[in-house]
C-alpha cells in the first residue's frame, strides 16, 4: 500500500522550532516532486513549500519565507520541513504530498498524487 507517514508536529510557543518528516512507504521518493501544506481551521488549504526530484530547486509561501526550510533524503524516503521562528498563524495540519510534477504552479494541491494523513502543529503561548 502506497503511504506518505508525516511526524514532527506538536505545540510550541511563538519562536520556537519544529522539524516534521515525510516518510513514504510502498514507494520510493526518489522521482517525486514533494509539496508541504497546511490547512488551518475555517481556512482553506495553502502550500507551505515544495522541492524538486534532485533537491536542487525549492519553492516557499511568502509567508514562510526565511523562517522554513524543506531539505530531502531519499537513501531514508524521507522529506523534512524545518520550521523556525514559529508565529500563531503558523497552526494548522500539516500534509505533505508527493507529485510528478515541479513547476510554478506548485500550489495547485491537484497536481500531486499522494497525500499523507496529517500531523498537527500548533502554536501559542
Known amino acids: 500500500q502506497l503511504q506518505l507517514v508525516e511526524s514532527g508536529g506538536g505545540l510550541v510557543q511563538p519562536g520556537e522550532s519544529l522539524k516534521l518528516s515525510c516518510t513514504a512507504h510502498?514507494?520510493?521518493?526518489?522521482?517525486?516532486?514533494i509539496g508541504w501544506f497546511r490547512q488551518a481551521p475555517g481556512k482553506e488549504r495553502e502550500g507551505v513549500s515544495c522541492?524538486?526530484?534532485?533537491?536542487?530547486?525549492?519553492e516557499y509561501a511568502d509567508s514562510v519565507k526565511g523562517r522554513f526550510t524543506i531539505s530531502r533524503d531519499d537513501a531514508k524516503n524521507t522529506v523534512y520541513l524545518q520550521m523556525n521562528s514559529l508565529k500563531a498563524e503558523d497552526t494548522g495540519i500539516y500534509y505533505c504530498?508527493?507529485?510528478?510534477?515541479?513547476?510554478?504552479?506548485?500550489?495547485?494541491?491537484?497536481?500531486?498524487?499522494?497525500w499523507g494523513q496529517g500531523t498537527q502543529v500548533a502554536v501559542s503561548s
Open positions: 510502498g514507494f520510493t521518493l526518489d522521482y517525486s516532486v
Open positions: 504530498t508527493a507529485g510528478p510534477i515541479y513547476s510554478d504552479q506548485w500550489r495547485r494541491w491537484d497536481l500531486y498524487e499522494h
Open positions: 522541492i524538486n526530484v534532485s533537491g536542487s530547486k525549492t
